[in-house]
């Protein structure tokens, strides 16, 4: 019989201290739901604010971009020739050559004048003619 008793006192004991360890589980376990609930709060208050700090940026850049497009728009030119106005020497040299005022230019005229080249290089002295505004 006193093994049974030493059996039963041991399973008591046994059974205290998971009674015990289980008691400081639950404990540990509201800490952490504790800790989680103010690290959730903390995360949101810097989120809030960081959002709001680049919403404000977002809203002062989209304002400065329309300041600029506006500005953008009232100074363009109504023709872009790509800042040019003039043609390069050697263009002007070329066509001169060939008999075609540089002033006028006819598209006629300057077919004519441009038959002896080749069609690539027809292309370049027609598309710079068309940079300049010299050919429309």
């Not at 093994?3 to 059974?15: D, H, K, P, R």
């Not at 208050?45 to 500005?71: F, G, K």
């Not at 106005?85 to 060939?98: D, Y």
Request: glycine share 4%.
């Amino acid at each position: 019989m006193e093994s049974n008793t030493e059996i039963n006192m041991t399973t008591e004991s046994t059974m205290e201290r998971l009674a015990a360890a289980a008691a400081l589980l639950e404990q540990a376990v509201e800490r952490l739901a504790e800790r989680q609930q103010e690290t959730e709060t903390t995360v949101g208050r810097i989120s809030a604010t960081v959002e709001s700090a680049l919403e404000e940026r977002l809203r002062a850049a989209e304002t400065r971009i329309q300041e600029l497009e506006a500005a953008a728009s009232e100074k363009a030119p109504k023709e872009v020739t790509n800042g040019r106005k003039t043609l390069p020497a050697g263009m002007a040299s070329l066509l001169e050559k060939q008999g075609v005022a540089v002033d006028s230019i006819d598209a006629g005229s300057l077919d004519a004048a441009l038959a002896s080249l080749s069609i690539e290089q027809r292309i370049a002295v027609k598309a710079q003619l068309m940079r300049t505004g010299a050919l429309a």
